[in-house]
């Protein structure tokens, strides 16, 4: 028999990850029921999401009882770290909310919102801190259209076609990573 050599490894320092992103995305997303959910923040956090803030929408239709949500968002929290682990992404998606739209708006800087009503999304766009607001089902009521509109954030839209509320924000999300340049 040959030899056998014992290496012992030690370790003697922690080093953490810079965090090389250039710009951060946000999604700030209506909330949606069930597993249509799940499914939303899985994709938001493969495709990069830096932070998910959770709107209580008035097309809606998850009932937010105090005794739930805390519920609710561990379980999103552990689909979140889930997706991270899955895809080796380094860093977990802050999740933010429930809040109002208009309490999202205020902390937006560099918004769009995903309408039917909207300009046709750019094939380019300068590398920035985005978010991107997309509707619970049955979208976006008269109100809060307007209420973007008065905060002055750009509307965009997919030619014809309507996305379910939980496809579209991985939609959302690898146009503006693609238009950005995936930095």
């Not at 429930?98 to 919102?113: A, F, H, K, Y």
Request: hydrophobic share 35%; with cysteine.
């Amino acid at each position: 028999m040959g030899s056998e050599m014992c290496i012992r490894d030690r370790i003697t320092a922690e080093e953490k990850p810079t965090d090389n992103r250039s710009y951060s995305l946000t999604l700030a997303i209506g909330l949606i029921k069930g597993s249509a959910m799940d499914r939303a923040l899985q994709q938001a956090t493969e495709l990069g999401a830096s932070q998910i803030q959770l709107i209580q929408a008035d097309r809606s239709n998850v009932p937010l009882k105090s005794d739930r949500i805390e519920n609710k968002r561990s379980h999103w929290e552990r689909i979140i770290s889930a997706s991270c682990e899955q895809c080796g992404q380094l860093y977990l998606p802050e999740l933010i909310g429930p809040m109002t739209l208009e309490e999202s708006i205020r902390q937006t800087d560099n918004g769009m919102v995903f309408s039917p009503l909207g300009e046709s999304f750019p094939a380019q766009m300068t590398p920035i801190s985005r978010t991107a607001f997309i509707g619970p089902e049955g979208g976006w009521s008269d109100k809060e259209l307007l209420l973007f509109q008065q905060n002055h954030i750009p509307s965009y839209k997919l030619g014809t076609t309507i996305l379910r509320a939980e496809t579209m924000p991985s939609v959302a999300l690898g146009l503006i990573q693609q238009a950005q340049g995936w930095h």
